[in-house]
Structures are given as C-alpha cells and as structure tokens.
C-alpha cells in the first residue's frame, strides 16, 4: 500500500510544502510531488517515527547539515 501526502501532513499536523521538503532533504527523490502523490508505507513510517520522537526542527536541520540521508539514491 502507500499514503499520500495530504494524509501524512495531517497526520503529522505539518504543511504539504514542509513535508515535501522533509522528504527531498531526507535524499527521497520524485520529480514532482503534490498532496496527491503517493509514498511508500515503510517511508510514511519514517517520518511518523521522526516525529513520535520528538525531532525538533533544530535537530532535522543538523542531521541534514551533517550529510545523513535515510534514503539511499
């Protein structure tokens, strides 16, 4: 199965936009993502993850300032 975006972002209570940017900085590369496009269950688990743990925004930025890409590309 896969979730779509609208769905994670209100899941998750983040702007599509934010959400989109999470994903292209986390190294998840699709040419043209909407709130309508779809990703993979195991990737929406991810991002669910990084927010159940409570990852600050200060946090994101220093793991994607330090080069860590959670999806191989």
């Known amino acids: 199965m896969a979730t779509r975006l609208n769905t994670l972002s209100r ?3 983040i702007g599509i936009e934010t959400l989109i940017e999470m994903l292209n900085s986390l190294g998840y590369k ?3 993502l909407t ?3 779809k990703i993979p269950d195991d990737i929406a688990i991810l991002m669910k993850g990084l927010y159940s743990e409570g990852i600050s925004l200060f946090k994101f930025i220093n793991m994607i300032s330090f080069g860590m890409q959670f999806f191989p590309g």
């Open 11 to 13: 899941e998750l209570n």
């Open 35 to 37: 709130d309508n496009s």
């Open 30 to 32: 699709e040419n043209y």
